[in-house]
């Protein structure tokens, strides 16, 4: 979904306090940030090429955290965590933590796209098979026809060949960093090389070049505002996802009744 606005154009102070005031939600720090405040903390990094990493949250993720200490620490480690679903965004409403929108993203990647064509930075895209890559680009290509990328490189690199992919990143100048890969890779790859990509605004966008390159179908905007576009990809792909649907979805679940318990519990006091 595009912004319906063009994104201030904060100073730095403005972006410090934005980053630095977290809310806390089932032990993870979420930054309360609309479409707009996160398109203008990129925008800020990369005028000032100073460094930004965003993560996005969703359901599946937070259970991955509670069981992985290594993507725990990862996550912990952005300087931006946004809520990613709508599932995030009414548990964290419902046990006092506000959060005024979801900021899918897919929608996120699609508007810095459009941020990086107006503006004349250049980003780079990393992950995805090599044919969803190349017909990402050519549809970034056709939406916007003067967008100069830094550089791209598919995901399946062995691992003894990651060393050099980074550096290629780091040697193209980029302004920004979109990477699409699963979960935990994408977060260990950002967490790894961090310090040394020279990047100023780095983001996971998972499975965002397929929905961009149109190998996947994004749900309708009716089932994303009513947190139901996991149940749309789980039509598209049965087999695949409904088990870790199933599973997340229920471990989260229990997560929140449990918190929702404790809150209720602690007004009474």
């Given at each position: 979904?595009?912004?319906?606005?063009?994104?201030?154009?904060?100073?730095?102070?403005?972006?410090?306090?934005?980053?630095?005031?977290?809310?806390?939600?089932?032990?993870?720090?979420?930054?309360?940030?609309?479409?707009?405040?996160?398109?203008?903390?990129?925008?800020?990094?990369?005028?000032?090429?100073?460094?930004?990493?965003?993560?996005?949250?969703?359901v599946a993720k937070l259970v991955k955290l509670r069981g992985d200490a290594e993507s725990r620490a990862d996550v912990?480690?952005?300087?931006?965590?946004?809520?990613?679903?709508?599932?995030?965004?009414?548990?964290?409403?419902?046990?006092?933590?506000?959060?005024?929108?979801?900021?899918?993203?897919?929608?996120?990647?699609?508007?810095?796209?459009?941020?990086?064509?107006?503006?004349?930075?250049?980003?780079?895209?990393?992950?995805?098979?090599?044919?969803?890559?190349?017909?990402?680009?050519?549809?970034?290509?056709?939406?916007?026809?003067?967008?100069?990328?830094?550089?791209?490189?598919?995901?399946?690199?062995?691992?003894?060949?990651?060393?050099?992919?980074?550096?290629?990143?780091?040697?193209?100048?980029?302004?920004?960093?979109?990477?699409?890969?699963?979960?935990?890779?994408?977060?260990?790859?950002?967490?790894?090389?961090?310090?040394?990509?020279?990047?100023?605004?780095?983001?996971?966008?998972?499975?965002?070049?397929?929905?961009?390159?149109?190998?996947?179908?994004?749900?309708?905007?009716?089932?994303?505002?009513?947190?139901?576009?996991?149940?749309?990809?789980?039509?598209?792909?049965?087999?695949?996802?409904?088990?870790?649907?199933?599973?997340?979805?229920?471990?989260?679940?229990?997560?929140?009744?449990?918190?929702?318990?404790?809150?209720?519990?602690?007004?009474?006091?």
């Amino acid at each position: 979904m595009l912004a319906d606005e063009p994104a201030a154009n904060f100073g730095s102070e403005v972006i410090s306090e934005m980053l630095c005031r977290p809310v806390r939600f089932l032990g993870i720090p979420l930054h309360p940030l609309t479409m707009n405040d996160t398109i203008a903390v990129a925008r800020w990094a990369m005028q000032n090429r100073c460094h930004v990493q965003h993560v996005a949250l969703n359901v599946a993720k937070l259970v991955k955290l509670r069981g992985d200490a290594e993507s725990r620490a990862d996550v912990l480690a952005a300087d931006v965590v946004g809520a990613d679903g709508m599932g995030i965004v009414v548990g964290a409403r419902l046990l006092g933590a506000w959060i005024p929108e979801r900021v899918a993203g897919v929608d996120l990647m699609d508007n810095l796209f459009g941020l990086c064509a107006a503006e004349h930075f250049r980003p780079y895209l990393l992950g995805a098979t090599p044919g969803v890559l190349a017909d990402a680009i050519a549809e970034l290509k056709r939406r916007h026809p003067e967008l100069q990328l830094a550089g791209f490189h598919h995901g399946y690199y062995s691992e003894a060949d990651e060393a050099v992919v980074a550096a290629s990143i780091q040697q193209s100048g980029a302004d920004c960093l979109f990477v699409a890969m699963p979960t935990p890779r994408k977060e260990r790859f950002m967490a790894k090389y961090r310090d040394g990509l020279g990047v100023p605004f780095v983001m996971g966008v998972g499975g965002g070049l397929d929905v961009l390159s149109g190998h996947v179908r994004r749900a309708p905007v009716s089932w994303q505002r009513t947190g139901f576009e996991w149940l749309y990809r789980t039509l598209q792909e049965p087999s695949r996802l409904w088990r870790r649907y199933l599973t997340t979805n229920l471990a989260y679940a229990g997560l929140l009744a449990a918190a929702l318990f404790m809150h209720d519990r602690s007004r009474r006091v």
